[in-house]
């Protein structure tokens, strides 16, 4: 099966910027372009195939019709299991947790999400909020909610350009303004909003809380902030650093010299993310072209993938 190109789905949210289309020149008519979802199968917003044979299928549409393209680790899931997408947060996002799969599913028959995030780019003194920095029994992680002072509570962490953060659900969290992510989640789109800053929507009336459901999902317990991401290794054409590996996804940081082969076995697709740089993904069926921010999928089973660069990728697979 060929290499496939992807186009994403956009949202428009209120702290959203600008640089999605004006430095990744995603095709966005939208004032804001908050969020680009480059491999979605979920009903709020669906990624589809760019050219070729399935031009303009939706990827849900698609793996329908080429259900050999998942591979077999994705048989334990009920529903493709990974959303990708890059958000850019010329504001600060609300203060939000979500819930697990169990609590998702009995309350809003959905599931739930844990999240990696990827710092492709950050503002000087950019920071975001990452679990609490001291343990808090529930009613006072209300009452500080409710006067104000939520956000002295919370763990407040530096970011930089190539900083991996890893958001099991359950963990209070908020990107800061100034940042541009590349985030790898569960499935879901199943948000719990604990603390706004006092923002009023579209409506002109403040944005919804649901601290009773965040009250019940927290960990109300410091997270671990230290870094996850492990060693690089260096392989042939380049060098490989693992990011982040749980039941939902495995992600690497692919960086590409000149060339370097990557392998689509048949137990997962690949989904390859362009971080940085420019040039081509060969397969046995064909080769695609790529800069940066581009989305690519690779069917399972697809073989050995022939990369060139210099670049750096995202690669991920179930």
Not at 139 to 168: S, Y
Not at 179 to 196: A, G
Not at 224 to 247: F, W
Request: aromatic content about 8%.
């Amino acid at each position: 099966m060929k290499i496939e190109t992807l186009s994403p789905a956009f949202k428009d949210y209120l702290w959203g910027g600008t640089r999605l289309r004006d430095d990744y020149h995603k095709p966005c008519s939208l004032p804001k372009v908050a969020e680009s979802w480059e491999l979605s199968t979920h009903p709020d917003g669906q990624s589809a195939i760019s050219g070729g044979q399935f031009d303009g299928l939706t990827l849900s549409d698609y793996l329908a019709q080429n259900p050999q393209a998942l591979g077999t680790h994705c048989q334990a899931f009920e529903n493709f299991p990974v959303l990708i997408k890059f958000i850019d947060a010329k504001q600060p996002l609300s203060i939000q947790v979500h819930p697990s799969d169990e609590y998702a599913l009995e309350v809003e028959h959905q599931y739930g999400k844990t999240e990696m995030w990827y710092v492709m780019d950050a503002e000087p003194g950019a920071f975001l909020y990452f679990g609490v920095n001291q343990e808090l029994a529930p009613e006072e992680f209300r009452r500080r909610i409710e006067d104000n002072t939520v956000e002295q509570v919370l763990h407040k962490a530096p970011v930089h350009p190539g900083d991996v953060f890893f958001i099991p659900s359950g963990t209070i969290h908020a990107i800061g303004a100034g940042i541009l992510i590349c985030e790898i989640q569960q499935n879901s789109n199943c948000t719990y909003r604990v603390y706004d800053y006092g923002r009023l929507g579209a409506d002109g009336k403040p944005r919804e809380l649901h601290v009773e459901k965040a009250l019940a999902v927290s960990r109300l317990t410091p997270s671990d902030p230290a870094e996850k991401q492990a060693a690089p290794q260096a392989v042939p054409g380049g060098e490989i650093t693992r990011l982040a590996s749980c039941k939902y996804f495995t992600t690497d940081r692919i960086r590409v010299d000149s060339a370097l082969t990557l392998s689509a076995g048949p137990e997962s697709f690949l989904s390859l993310v362009v971080m940085e740089g420019s040039g081509t993904a060969a397969g046995p069926e064909n080769t695609v072209e790529f800069r940066p921010g581009d989305s690519l999928f690779v069917p399972a089973a697809s073989g050995e993938i022939q990369v060139t660069g210099p670049c750096t990728l995202a690669v991920t697979r179930v």
